[in-house]
């Protein structure tokens, strides 16, 4: 069974920086890890949960939606079976709790989803 573990969630002020992992488990090799694209999530209290980042099997494609584009960037190492999410210029806007969400891309198209872990912007 495929479980994901995200770490370093906390709280900082606003404009400062926070890096979240999410490290996979249950996944046999580094190469079987490559046929999962990885996302991160969010959800705000109140709101529904919107995709902040994507990042393909290899890394080679990525994509953000508008509100976090040029602030947080996604990254994985697929030796280690983690993906990241490094943030920036945080907002308040930006608290929420942070999923890190695994997707199989050849069928059976099997999804995994993390805990979550909070992430909390404020002066």
């Known amino acids: 069974q495929v479980q994901l573990v995200e770490s370093g969630g906390g709280s900082v002020q606003p404009g400062g920086s926070l890096k979240l992992s999410c490290a996979a488990s249950?996944?046999?090799?580094?190469?079987?890890?490559?046929?999962?694209?990885m996302n991160w999530y969010r959800q705000a209290p109140g709101k529904e949960r919107e995709l902040v980042a994507f990042?393909?099997?290899?890394?080679?494609?990525?994509n953000y939606p508008d509100s976090v584009r040029g602030r947080f960037t996604i990254s994985r190492d697929n030796t280690k079976k983690t993906v990241y999410l490094e943030m920036n210029s945080l907002r308040p806007e930006d608290t929420a709790v942070y999923y890190c969400?695994?997707?199989?891309?050849?069928?059976?198209?099997?999804?995994?989803w993390g805990q979550g872990t909070q992430v909390t912007v404020s002066s």
């Open positions: 990042i393909s099997g290899r890394g080679g494609r990525t």
């Open positions: 969400h695994a997707r199989r891309e050849l069928v059976p198209n099997y999804e995994y």
């Open positions: 249950g996944i046999s090799t580094s190469t079987t890890y490559t046929l999962y694209t």
